[in-house]
């Protein structure tokens, strides 16, 4: 898994604590869109049968993670909002280079950086929670962003050269702490 160059902020943990519902609303966007995030790539990348494999798994797994949110959230009585726009993913999304094969390694890479920032902040939620069923859903989230990150990096190898891979990994996991450090503090994911 990609190891990120800072840690989230503690202000980013107590806003997070103040305004859980809207946190949690926010996860559960966040889970859809990475659900979806995966079928988008099995539709770009159909001759890749790895990558389609992997990406129809993980697919699965983060819809199962939206409908355990959906849960969460209808038990607080709590009722989905539109999607919005993640500040944090717009602006690493944005450093994706152009060309066939520039684009599908950034794509990679970016993705399981923000699969490792999701993995980091979920750990810190849940060390944060009581001992019960939310810190336990929390615990077991954080284990599944780390192997989700992981996997990224591993299909970035597989499909690259594992230091041209790593490379770019380096230069886009210092920009992703800038744009961390520029980032208002609100209580979403990212």
Not at 125 to 136: N, R, Y
């Amino acid at each position: 898994m990609p190891k990120l160059k800072i840690p989230s902020s503690n202000d980013w943990l107590e806003a997070v604590l103040a305004n859980f519902d809207a946190f949690l609303l926010d996860h559960a966007s966040c889970e859809q869109k990475a659900s979806a995030m995966a079928l988008t790539l099995v539709n770009h990348y159909p001759d890749r049968p790895t990558l389609v494999q992997e990406m129809m798994i993980l697919a699965r797994e983060e819809l199962e993670h939206f409908h355990q949110m959906l849960w969460l959230t209808q038990a607080k009585g709590l009722v989905l909002r539109p999607a919005e726009k993640d500040l944090y993913v717009q602006a690493l999304r944005s450093e994706i280079r152009k060309g066939k094969e520039l684009y599908f390694l950034d794509r990679l890479l970016v993705a399981g950086i923000i699969e490792s920032r999701g993995c980091e902040r979920f750990g810190m939620v849940a060390s944060a929670l009581a001992p019960g069923p939310l810190k336990d859903f929390y615990q077991e989230i954080t284990r599944s962003e780390s192997q989700h990150g992981a996997l990224f990096y591993r299909l970035a190898r597989r499909y690259f050269n594992p230091t041209e891979a790593a490379e770019r990994q380096e230069q886009l996991l210092q920009r992703e702490a800038q744009i961390v450090e520029a980032l208002p503090i609100r209580a979403v994911v990212h």
